[in-house]
């Protein structure tokens, strides 16, 4: 146990389906990171929140919706999913705004299989 | 943009061994920060070791240590006694500081190394 806890562990969905993975940290840390893992591909960046603000948004389609209610809960809401969006959902949290850096936190990852 | 290769898809080393992992990044800034990740079958991605880039030492964890050459750009993890345990994928990531004051990290495709008895 890390720290951040990443739900559900694996989830399968249908494309017409509605879901949503949940991240939690109790770290004190006040910026959060969704990435996607997929096979044979770095590690994208998905959304960043700090201080409960979405800060960044790398072209991410708009079937992911992120929601960051506070500090200590990320989400990712999905709908109408494609199977290309299967793969590794991976949150992080960091503490930002430091003069010392010392990298992320990260969830164990919620496996998704679109189908 | 600020990118990261890691040159070696994979890697294998015989147990009590050891065996260097090779990074190289691409940066105009002169501050930032270098991790070394492991990630094993459990998924969950763990820090090893940290480097800041305005420290010449290099960065030392137990077993883990770095080869940071800043001029090189360049940023090789050795693993030193490897065990069986060590076995991962290692992901090399460079922090570049983004607005708002968050610091998203950007990743290196990874390096699956694999530890033989």
């Known amino acids: 146990e890390t720290g951040v806890t990443q739900t559900p562990r694996h989830l399968v969905m249908g494309m017409t389906n509605k879901k949503s993975l949940k991240c939690e940290q109790h770290?004190?840390?006040?910026?959060m990171y969704w990435y996607k893992q997929s096979a044979k591909k770095p590690l994208e960046l998905m959304f960043v929140?700090?201080?409960?603000?979405?800060?960044e948004n790398n072209s991410v389609p708009s079937r992911f919706s992120p929601e960051c209610p506070n500090s200590s809960h990320l989400f990712l809401h999905l709908h109408t999913l494609q199977p290309e969006d299967s793969a590794l959902y991976l949150c992080?949290?960091?503490?930002?705004?430091?003069?010392?850096?010392?990298?992320?936190?990260f969830g164990s990852g919620t496996r998704l299989t679109v189908v | 943009a600020q990118t990261v290769t890691q040159s070696q898809p994979e890697m294998s080393v015989q147990e009590a061994e050891t065996v260097t992992l090779s990074c190289t990044y691409d940066?105009?800034?002169?501050?930032?920060?270098l991790f070394w990740y492991k990630q094993p079958p459990s998924r969950q991605m763990i820090l090893v070791i940290r480097?800041?880039?305005?420290?010449?030492q290099n960065a030392t964890e137990n077993r883990f240590s770095v080869n940071f050459q800043k001029a090189a750009k360049s940023f090789s993890l050795k693993i030193s006694d490897s065990q069986l345990g060590d076995a991962a994928m290692y992901f090399c990531?460079?922090?570049?500081?983004?607005?708002?004051?968050?610091?998203?990290?950007?990743f290196g495709k990874g390096t699956k190394l694999t530890v033989n008895p």
């Open positions: 992080a949290s960091s503490r930002a705004l430091g003069t010392s850096y010392y990298g992320y936190t």
């Open positions: 770290l004190g840390h006040n910026a």
């Open positions: 929140y700090s201080l409960e603000e979405r800060v």
């Open positions: 940066t105009s800034e002169s501050d930032y920060y």
């Open positions: 480097q800041e880039a305005y420290k010449q």
């Open positions: 990531a460079y922090r570049r500081p983004t607005q708002g004051g968050s610091e998203k990290l950007v």
